[in-house]
C-alpha cells in the first residue's frame, strides 16, 4: 500500500504511539488513573539517529 506523497511504501501495521521510556529494562503491567489531555499540534518527527522536527500543524483553529 502506498499513500500519496510518500516515496517509500506505508507499513499498515504502523499504530501511532506516545513513547514513555527508552531503556532496556522490562516495566511490570500496573494499573493508572486514565491520562488525558487536549493535543495543540500534530509534529512530524524522523526518528533516526535522534529526532528532527520535519514539520508542525498547530490545530487551535480546529478545535475552537
Known amino acids: 500500500m502506498t499513500r500519496n506523497g510518500l516515496k517509500q511504501r506505508v507499513n499498515a501495521d504502523f499504530n501511532p ?4 521510556l ?21 509534529v512530524l518527527i524522523r526518528s533516526e539517529r535522534g529526532h528532527t522536527r520535519l ?10
Not at 17 to 20: A, E, F, P, R, S
Not at 30 to 41: A, G, K, L
Open 55 to 64: 514539520a508542525r500543524w498547530p490545530l487551535g483553529s480546529v478545535l475552537e
Open 22 to 42: 527508552y531503556d532496556a529494562r522490562k516495566v511490570e503491567e500496573q494499573p493508572i488513573v486514565p491520562i488525558c489531555w487536549t493535543v495543540s499540534e500534530f
Open 17 to 20: 504511539h506516545v513513547t514513555l
